[in-house]
């Protein structure tokens, strides 16, 4: 029997650990999220009920640490469009932890399958926003680049102070 995914949590959980992640990932103190999430994982693991009271902390300790097979990302993008909560045993083959983070993973699935579930939509949801998010921005740059270089180019063929110019254009 197909589970239905509760979307509405997906996006809160979401954007709680993005508003957190993005407090943390400082320029100014580039190690900030590091040590965040590896305060949470030794937390999580030692009471995973804890994410009773704060779900996102899951999302945000396994932050760029889960891998999705790039043959695996239509099912996933089919289970979030769809909004279709996988089983486990379907879950289990599209998704890869690192070996360090296995033990706050197996904790978690002891204390709940779901949770890990939708945390793991979350970070997939997370990876392929922030991909195309990037993207965008990257583009953006680069056609105000284009225009800050025209403008340059303008300026280099007329300049208001340069009397030999004004001369030229009376004549």
């Known amino acids: 029997m197909t589970k239905a995914l509760d979307l509405s ?16 990932n400082d320029p100014d103190t580039p190690d900030a999220l ?12 030692a009471d995973p009920k804890l994410l009773e009271s704060v779900p996102e902390y ?12 790039p043959e695996e990302k239509a099912k996933w993008a089919h ?3 769809e909004g279709i909560q996988p089983d486990w045993d379907e ?10 983070d296995l033990p706050l993973v197996l904790a978690v699935k ?11 939509i979350v970070l997939f949801l997370l990876a392929n926003d922030n991909k195309s998010t990037a993207t965008n921005t990257e583009q953006d740059d680069d056609e ?11 300026e280099a063929y007329y300049d ?12």
């Open 9 to 24: 949590r997906i996006d809160e959980l979401k954007e709680n650990a993005y508003n957190n992640i993005e407090s943390y």
């Open 34 to 45: 590091a040590k965040f999430t590896s305060q949470i994982k030794a937390v999580l693991l």
């Open 58 to 69: 899951l999302p945000i300790a396994l932050y760029d640490q889960v891998k999705f097979p």
């Open 79 to 81: 289970w979030i469009k």
């Open 91 to 100: 879950f289990k083959t599209t998704v890869a932890f690192n070996k360090v």
């Open 110 to 120: 002891n204390y709940s399958e779901t949770l890990l579930i939708e945390s793991c």
């Open 144 to 154: 105000d680049d284009d225009y800050v270089e025209d403008q340059e180019e303008e």
């Open 160 to 171: 208001p102070f340069d009397d030999d110019e004004e001369e030229e254009e009376e004549q």
